[in-house]
């Protein structure tokens, strides 16, 4: 098959890595790629949310197949305009990926779902929703109802902090257009971890599961980013957990979706929280998760490509996935200042030697090249992923890797995998 990767982080990366692996991939271009990708694909320079050239790009190189990374192409609706023109699309509708390309229509369907969640209050009004925060108090998360990159959730500690949000959110328009409403929600307490299953109408394979690192520095501390790191599996959830997770939120949610008209056809991932009273959807995405796709890809013995096609293809019982028992565990490093303003085109050097570690595997997101020279070109720059009998192995590989990096301009949290750790 010839296949196209639309994408350019760490997760496409990922994904390139692993289906090139496949004795069914022929062709695999990605666009628009980056320095990394360029080494297992032909990068094609057409941005990920360009609908229409991305659509003309499978047609003209007659791509069989195409797997959509980011979640702003699935909500502009690339996976319908390439069934429109008979190509193969792994990836939901525009409607069905409404369920991550709005807090408020997630937060409406769980409950109609009877899944659980957060208690919340939905607003499009800066004075309603403040008059809101002085009647419940804090702490309580606010959250742009639209795509934010993963920086639209922030977490208010006390009410100026949140009075703070809801202006930096509806009146400053720091998300554009994603801002125009917000959810306010119960802040709750607990363990986080990530979960997902590939899915075709209501019927839905389970993965294995994941924990991320939202917090930019150690400790959990600063503010929220698309994540600086992750490990598989998450040891909260057990076999019986995963169990429940499926009977009681997945299932439920695709049920809803498809009786809504909006079949699901993808990755659904689903963010949960383990609280004292019971595990609580933080969010779904529909897609997988970065960096939590790289530590997933790390452990997958089974073809890629033959999973992804059987479920665009709705032959679900035709996926057996088997997984190495080693967890994995990926760094992400960023550009100094993410996830605010950072500066574009430092210097990278010694990704050779780093990648001789070892059991480490390493997967470029905002990076392009230069002559011979490797320049940041983002804000997650690079994910520094390894794979070990134990996860203290994996973290004490994936330092090692990281020490060797070059980069001044660059950090990374020295943490990634504590929660693992501790319980070991």
Known sequence: MDVLVVGSGGREHALC????????????????GNAGIAKVADCVAVAADDIAALVELARSERIDFVVIGPEAPLVAGLADRLRE????????????????????????LCERC?????????????????????????????KADGLAAGKGVIVCHNENEAYAAIDHVM????FGEAGAQVVIEDFLIGEEASFFALVHG????????????????DGDQGPNTGGMGAYSPAPIITPAVAGEIMAKIIRPVIHGLAEDGRPYVGVLYAGLMFTHDGIKVLEFNARFGDPECQPLILRLKSDLLAALVACAEGRMED?????????????VMATQGYPGHYARGSLIEGLEEAAQVPGVSIFHAGTRREGDRLLADGGRVLGVAARAPTVPR???????????????DGFCRRDIGWRAIGRS
Not at 205 to 211: D, I, T
Not at 396 to 406: G, K, N, P, T
């Open 85 to 108: 023109a008979g190509i193969l699309a792994f990836g939901p509708s525009a409607r069905a990926a409404e369920i991550e390309g709005s807090k408020i229509f997630m937060k409406e």
């Open 319 to 331: 996926i057996a996935l088997d997984w190495y028992p080693d967890p994995a565990l990926v760094v």
């Open 202 to 217: 209501e019927q839905a394979v389970p993965l294995v599961s994941a924990q991320d690192h939202k917090a930019a520095f």
């Open 17 to 32: 890595w692993a289906l090139r692996r496949s004795p069914l991939c022929g062709r695999l271009l990605c666009a628009p």
């Open 394 to 408: 994996a973290q004490e590989l994936a330092y090692s890797a990281v020490d060797r990096i070059v980069w001044p």
């Open 114 to 142: 009877g899944v659980p969640t957060a208690a919340y209050g939905r607003f499009d009004e800066p004075d309603e929703a403040k008059a809101f925060i002085r009647r419940h108090g804090a702490p309580l998360v606010v």
């Open 171 to 174: 009146i400053e328009s720091a």
